[in-house]
């Protein structure tokens, strides 16, 4: 009934007893194969030598849980986690084993570890798809200036002394911009890790950061070179960055420490300030805090976040630089498949052919040992109750369970603990049940009163004197809370998004776009004394205001695409119009526009989820399609509303073309959060048609 595979084995390692999951487990093999093979047969990883160390190691203790590839008779492999203990009965060494399949865990642990990494690959993307649009439209016009600025100094005696202050400092303004230009650059894209690495770049930024930031900085490091892959070196440089920033943001502190150390066997990274520091239920889920805890799940490293209010707060981060001790799969083709015949063979002699056979009856003392120690060992809760639903066995994982001792639980009953099973329910279960139950979801109180969810196996036992139940306990608690994470993933990994985006047009808008600001005015007081300045430099001044203009439209033109907070001032239908009148024309491209209004018909959340499936399916356009037409469309058919957006480009072919395109999968999840359908068609030489249906609450006419 468990969910866990028992086994039995001898001081050699040849099965004595399989309960029918580790049977079940095992698929292919039957019983009496099972039980002529040994450990060494069925794990490749775990040799005769290896169990025989564990056999002594079990006499001064419980092992660490371990993992292990287990191979099912077709060859295939699977992994399980396994304790075991150690038995001596009449003189002689058992081993009993309980075997959990973590295939599923596993499997969830790497579908996490690619969201993850597709969410931080996303903002790096994104972090240097800014970059380069600042360099590429600010940054080369910040340039023109300078030359614009040199011709109008290079004739001082041309330049009315009233307009020199506001020259000069309209040039120490510019100087700002453009160092704030850099910084920004070369943090969204530290392009100085590939030429540095990693312990150069961090004591170039952190003492940049404690100067910016007026801050007495205490900075150690140690050479790493060597110990990290590129991308490790970006996750570790990301973590510091962002603990720093968080440091400025909310710490208030006057001095900052950063260590970079290294151990034979770990890397540390510690970051602490003497700021404000939080309480221990201060919440934690921010931006950064996220990005960082993914960061260190994707290295396998460690990251604690200390802090005490008062007395500031301290990150750190422990990465593994040691062989993983975790298992991992052998080589298939190194170890051929073989039946019980060979793999008796395969033991190289380390049974000899006069021992007992393995499937001697145990003896009735050691059978009810063996029982005892499986019942405590196992994960799961054991109980077994009478008619009346009053326990009569409890195991140790019962107690740990519902955090009442055994005595407590053995005066209780299933109605005491389970609120799904009221005296009349529990009877009218008595009389119907049969056999074995299929599993069933249910409820459980625990002394403190919490209630836990949990997943039972029940079974009726009959007895000549009364029938008796036995149940599988399973705390489904960390299942649901894991499930929930899964399923709220997708919003989360939008929502991380969006809140860099902000992040992004925030730093653009303050470091940026008001120093630009400030270069208007200067540059309009200029130009208000253009009178009394030659000719020939009023076209100069009149260039640089210009490319200003220039500037400060493509800044705001970043800052609206990362954060469009058009979209609650007015509206999706007239937000989209703007941008793709302003895609076009960038991009040089012929544009057909139809919309309708979808006031009230979508939640702000939808309404920003449409505006960036449009933006995404048009920046595709713009990266790929080679398009010299775009047409954008949002009508209303009904009680849906439906956006389109469809060029003339190169097009692909849809059945080759990678799904995982993190473009495609941002639209898709924005799609599924809404319950909305989205449909990308394309055909390679014929363009790419993305089409996104929502349902909406009335009905309405298209046009």
Same mark, same amino acid.
């Given at each position: 009934m468990s969910n866990e595979g028992f086994y039995l084995l001898d001081r050699r390692g040849r099965f004595l007893y399989v309960n029918a999951k580790g049977h079940a487990q095992m698929g292919g093999y039957t019983m009496e194969e099972l039980l002529s093979l040994t450990v060494s047969d069925i794990c490749p990883d775990v040799l005769p030598e290896r169990f025989a160390e564990n056999v002594a190691a079990l006499a001064d203790g419980p092992l660490p849980l371990v993992e292990a590839w287990t191979r099912r008779k077709d060859g295939t492999m699977f992994l399980v986690e396994v304790s075991m203990a150690r038995l001596e009965f009449a003189g002689d060494v058992y081993l009993f084993g309980v075997a959990c399949d973590i295939t599923e865990r596993k499997a969830a642990e790497t579908v996490r570890k690619s969201l993850a990494a597709q969410l931080l690959h996303t903002i790096e993307r994104e972090r240097q798809r800014v970059a380069r649009e600042l360099h590429d439209d600010v940054g080369q016009a910040l340039a023109t200036i300078g030359v614009l600025l040199d011709a109008i100094e290079i004739s001082p005696a041309t330049v009315p002394e009233s307009v020199r202050p506001a020259l000069t400092a309209t040039r120490a303004t510019i100087a700002e911009i453009a160092e704030s230009l850099a910084r920004i650059v070369r943090e969204y894209h530290p392009v100085e890790l590939l030429g540095l690495g990693l312990e150069d770049t961090l004591r170039a930024h952190a003492p940049q950061f404690a100067d910016r930031h007026k801050l007495a900085l205490r900075l150690t490091t140690e050479p790493v070179e060597g110990l990290l892959t590129p991308e490790q070196e970006l996750h570790v440089y990301r973590i510091v960055q962002e603990a720093l920033a968080n440091a400025a943001r909310h710490a208030r502190a006057k001095s900052l420490q950063v260590a970079l150390t290294r151990a034979p066997d770990r890397l540390v990274v510690r970051v602490r300030d003497d700021g404000i520091g939080f309480t221990p239920d201060a919440p934690t889920c921010g931006i950064g805090l996220v990005t960082m805890r993914e960061r260190a799940m994707l290295m396998r490293g460690?990251?604690?976040?200390?802090?005490? =209010?008062?007395?500031?707060? *301290?990150?750190?981060?422990?990465? =593994?630089? *040691?062989?993983? $001790?975790?298992? @991992?799969? =052998?080589? !298939?083709?190194? @170890?051929?498949?073989?039946?019980?015949?060979?793999?008796?063979?395969?033991? $190289?002699? *380390?049974?000899?052919? %006069?021992?007992?056979?393995?499937? !001697?009856?145990?003896?009735?003392?050691? %059978?009810?040992?063996?029982?005892?120690?499986?019942?405590?060992?196992?994960?799961?809760?054991?109980?077994?109750?009478?008619?009346?639903? !009053?326990?009569?066995?409890?195991? %140790? +994982?019962? +107690?740990?369970?519902?955090?009442?001792?055994?005595?407590?639980?053995?005066?209780?009953?299933?109605?005491?603990?389970?609120?799904?099973?009221?005296? =009349?329910?529990?009877?009218?279960?008595?009389?119907?049940?049969?056999?074995?139950?299929?599993?069933?979801?249910?409820?459980?109180? +625990?002394?403190?009163?919490?209630?836990?969810?949990?997943?039972?196996?029940? *079974?009726?036992?009959?007895?000549? %004197?009364?029938?008796?139940?036995?149940?599988?306990?399973?705390?489904?608690?960390?299942?649901?809370?894991?499930?929930?994470?899964?399923?709220?993933?997708?919003?989360?990994?939008?929502?991380?998004?969006?809140?860099?985006? $902000?992040?992004?047009?925030?730093?653009?808008?303050d470091e940026v776009g008001q120093a630009i600001a400030a270069v208007g005015v200067l540059l309009h007081t200029l130009e208000n004394t253009l009178g009394s300045i030659p000719q020939d430099l009023q076209q100069e001044l009149a260039a640089t205001y210009a490319t200003i203009r220039q500037i400060t439209e493509s800044v705001a033109r970043i800052v609206r695409d990362y954060h469009p907070a058009d979209l609650l001032a007015l509206g999706l239908e007239e937000t989209l119009r703007t941008h793709a009148r302003q895609f076009a024309q960038r991009h040089k491209l012929t544009l057909r526009l139809a919309t309708v209004s979808a006031e009230g018909l979508l939640s702000d959340e939808h309404a920003l989820h449409v505006y960036r499936i449009v933006q995404e399916a048009l920046a595709n356009v713009a990266r790929h399609a080679c398009a010299r037409h775009v047409s954008v469309r949002l009508v209303r058919q009904r009680r849906r509303l439906v956006a389109t957006v469809r060029d003339d480009g190169a097009g692909f072919d849809a059945a080759c073309t990678r799904a995982g395109r993190l473009g495609l999968v941002t639209m898709r999840e924005r799609a599924a959060l809404m319950d909305a359908a989205l449909q990308v068609r394309s055909t390679p030489g014929r363009g790419t048609e993305v089409r996104l249906t929502v349902a909406v609450g009335a009905p309405g006419i298209g046009r």
């Open positions: 460690e990251l604690t976040i200390e802090s005490a =209010p008062g007395r500031g707060t *301290a990150v750190q981060l422990v990465l =593994p630089l *040691a062989a993983e $001790q975790a298992a @991992t799969e =052998p080589s !298939r083709a190194a @170890t051929p498949t073989h039946g019980p015949a060979e793999a008796r063979a395969s033991t $190289q002699g *380390a049974l000899r052919s %006069d021992e007992p056979a393995a499937t !001697r009856p145990l003896p009735a003392a050691l %059978d009810l040992e063996v029982f005892r120690r499986m019942a405590d060992m196992s994960s799961e809760a054991f109980m077994l109750a009478d008619r009346d639903g !009053r326990f009569i066995y409890v195991n %140790d +994982c019962a +107690c740990t369970l519902s955090g009442f001792d055994r005595g407590e639980l053995l005066t209780m009953s299933v109605s005491d603990i389970n609120p799904d099973f009221p005296p =009349p329910e529990w009877r009218e279960w008595v009389v119907t049940a049969r056999g074995a139950a299929p599993p069933f979801e249910t409820r459980h109180w +625990c002394k403190d009163g919490t209630l836990i969810p949990v997943e039972i196996s029940a *079974a009726r036992i009959e007895r000549p %004197d009364e029938p008796y139940f036995f149940g599988v306990v399973r705390d489904i608690s960390e299942r649901k809370e894991a499930e929930a994470a899964q399923n709220g993933f997708t919003r989360r990994l939008l929502h991380t998004l969006e809140a860099e985006r $902000q992040r992004v047009a925030r730093e653009l808008h």
